[in-house]
């Protein structure tokens, strides 16, 4: 795998912290030109923060104990772009520790994670990944340590288990559409809109939907089996995509990029994430939260069982669940999962709301016959 590293030395000099770490559109373009993962090294050095406001007295000697380690390995499913000021806000926090921040697709980090701790190779301290399903199934195997956050209380009793997996947002999945486009009279504003309009012009939206190749990535798998367990209309929903013979892909940027040009008029299921920062800068974007029913997904975080650098790995997991590092995250419309904080606008009605829980629920689908299963119904109902 491709990796591009980016240094920083004197943290002490007169650049300012967002300048020596902004990413520039033409090192975007060479992130995505690459095809693969992004490695982001981050040296630092100075003096350490005061221990955060409302956190335990005994913190300050987690905090000694990060210090002395030194360094902290992330392996994240969130692109470095969506992420550089929340790193860059620990690092001015933390900057003792050296953070080391990869990026990859989810299926990618949990082989390699899973890979390099078989081999008894040094790995992440932290796996922070869109696929639920994947996280969990790490931290059931055993892979996770537990670790009870000061941040815990101002948490939803389903974003958190066994103290082990932290849900970090709390992401709607919605339809995004090419708004210059698509007649307003055929804009989809549930599930069964999107069924009704399919099912009845499939000539008219013949390779004009796209959605996530659920054989392929990880999350889109997930978006599926949890709109089944929901709606058993699901399936029905699927016939009328099929009809249309639509288009897939295992990333929304690829998918909004080409709703955006006119190539595709919907995409159906798309983290809100993606779709909210793509609408914010292109007017051809509009994105509809399903009035039946919007799925809302968490990024989960989890400490390796095997952390080389444990404390550190603990101060980035409570960084990510604490007020600041959550405000840092909306900025990039990743919703806050904190009940203390307000979604950003436009956001879902909250009774239409249908969180998927971290737990154990989330393995049933990655059972191997069942898996299977699913897979092929799905691709002889999609018609692949």
Do not use: C
């Not at 002490?12 to 975007?28: D, I, Q």
């Not at 620990?90 to 299926?107: C, G, N, Q, T, V």
């Not at 013979?245 to 190539?263: F, K, N, T, W």
């Not at 790995?313 to 999962?337: N, V």
Request: charged share 25%; hydrophobic share 40%.
């Amino acid at each position: 795998m491709t990796h591009v590293r980016l240094m920083t030395h004197d943290f002490n000099s007169n650049v300012g912290a967002a300048a020596r770490m902004s990413l520039s559109e033409e090192t975007r373009r060479r992130w995505l030109a690459l095809g693969g993962g992004a490695l982001l090294s981050v040296r630092a050095g100075g003096a350490s923060a005061k221990r955060p406001s409302g956190y335990p007295r005994s913190y300050e000697a987690l905090e000694d104990q990060a210090n002395r380690e030194g360094r902290l390995i992330v392996y994240s499913a969130a692109d470095v772009n969506e992420v550089t000021e929340l790193l860059t806000a620990f690092r001015k926090r933390y900057p003792r520790i050296d953070l080391h921040y990869e990026h990859m697709a989810s299926k990618e980090a949990y082989d390699r994670y899973v890979r390099e701790v078989g081999a008894g190779k040094p790995s992440a301290d932290l796996v922070f990944n869109s696929a639920m399903d994947l996280q969990i199934k790490l931290v059931n195997d055993g892979y996770a340590q537990p670790y009870a956050s000061p941040e815990k209380p101002f948490l939803p009793p389903y974003a958190v288990w066994k103290n082990q997996a932290y849900g970090v947002t709390a992401e709607p999945i919605v339809f995004a559409y090419n708004k210059r486009l698509l007649a307003p009279a055929d804009v989809p504003r549930s599930h069964d809109d999107l069924e009704r309009l399919l099912r009845t012009k499939p000539r008219a939206f013949a390779h004009k939907v796209t959605t996530y190749d659920v054989e392929r990535s990880s999350t889109g798998f997930l978006f599926f089996t949890q709109d089944e367990q929901i709606s058993h209309d699901t399936w029905k929903l699927l016939r009328a995509l099929g009809g249309t013979q639509p288009r897939l892909y295992i990333a929304a940027d690829e998918m909004l990029r080409r709703v955006s040009a006119g190539e595709h008029l919907i995409a159906y299921n798309i983290m809100s994430s993606y779709a909210l920062e793509r609408r914010a800068v292109d007017p051809a974007i509009e994105v509809v939260f399903p009035t039946d029913y919007t799925l809302v997904m968490s990024r989960i975080a989890f400490i390796s069982k095997d952390a080389r650098q444990p404390a550190a790995a603990k101060l980035f997991l409570d960084y990510l669940l604490s007020r600041e590092g959550q405000l840092l995250l909306a900025r990039r419309f990743m919703t806050p999962i904190r009940i203390d904080l307000q979604p950003q606008r436009p956001h879902a009605d909250p009774e239409d709301l249908r969180a998927i829980h971290v737990g154990p629920a989330l393995l049933a689908n990655l059972d191997r016959i069942k898996y299977a299963r699913l897979i092929a119904d799905w691709k002889r109902t999609v018609g692949r």
